[in-house]
């Protein structure tokens, strides 16, 4: 496939725990972006990466949320001692990096965090 | 500070008739529009954009309007399908490129 994917799609984990979240971006993509959406809500801007740029970090909520990038591609978000409210779909999205390029998203991953 | 609004949540529609998506926006600084349609358990999907030069894009059964004295958008979809039941996100960029603003979203329902 040549779309944006993201692993795992669904993960349930308990209040405390450590996550990890992978996205393999479009081959070619220069840009990469996080997301998360909470119920009900919009998509919240969480960290973007542009090249060997450093990356935009405005957007994450707490020290608990981290994000790495190696080179152009695949993408590791990690949450450590997760809370309930870290319960979202997080959404992975990469485009050329032009300023109107679209973002192109993956599907997501549903994290519960019980 | 939700800088990109979308007030109806939901809109139900009959097929074949115009469906009218609003959306408003508070940074004077965004200059780039973007609608993103989303199924369930899809990411979303971009659907059309325009920029503030322009006060309106056109394809096929989608235009999107920008009023910018207003900082307003519309997206009209004429004619509605049963394939347009969908969430549709109106998103902005400008004052920090690529960090686009998403509105919370409006579920549309098209009905037979």
């Known amino acids: 496939g040549a779309g944006v994917s993201q692993s795992p799609s669904n993960k349930v984990t308990e209040k405390g725990k450590d996550v990890e979240l992978r996205c393999d971006p479009i081959s070619g993509h220069t840009a990469l972006y996080w997301y998360r959406q909470r119920l009900g809500q919009g998509l919240e801007f969480l960290i973007y990466?542009?090249?060997?740029?450093?990356?935009?970090k405005s957007g994450l909520p707490s020290d608990r949320f981290s994000a790495e990038r190696t080179g152009e591609s695949v993408s590791t978000l990690t949450i450590q001692r997760t809370q309930q409210e870290d319960s979202a779909v997080y959404l992975c999205?990469?485009?050329?990096?032009?300023?109107?390029?679209?973002?192109?998203f993956g599907n997501g991953t549903r994290l519960t965090v019980t | 500070d939700q800088q990109v609004k979308q007030n109806s949540p939901s809109l139900s529609v009959q097929e074949g008739r115009i469906s009218i998506l609003n959306c408003d926006y508070t940074?004077?600084?965004?200059?780039?529009f973007l609608w993103y349609k989303k199924y369930p358990a899809e990411g979303p999907t971009f659907l059309i954009s325009i920029s503030s030069i322009k006060d309106k894009n056109e394809d096929g059964r989608f235009t999107v309007f920008l009023n910018k004295s207003a900082k307003h958008l519309s997206l009209h979809i004429v004619p509605s399908q049963p394939g347009d039941s969908a969430v549709y996100f109106c998103a902005a960029i400008g004052d920090s490129w690529g960090k686009l603003q998403f509105g919370a979203g409006t579920q549309v329902v098209v009905t037979p």
């Open positions: 990466f542009q090249g060997n740029s450093a990356p935009d």
């Open positions: 940074n004077s600084m965004f200059d780039y």
């Open positions: 999205a990469s485009n050329r990096g032009s300023y109107n390029s679209p973002l192109h």
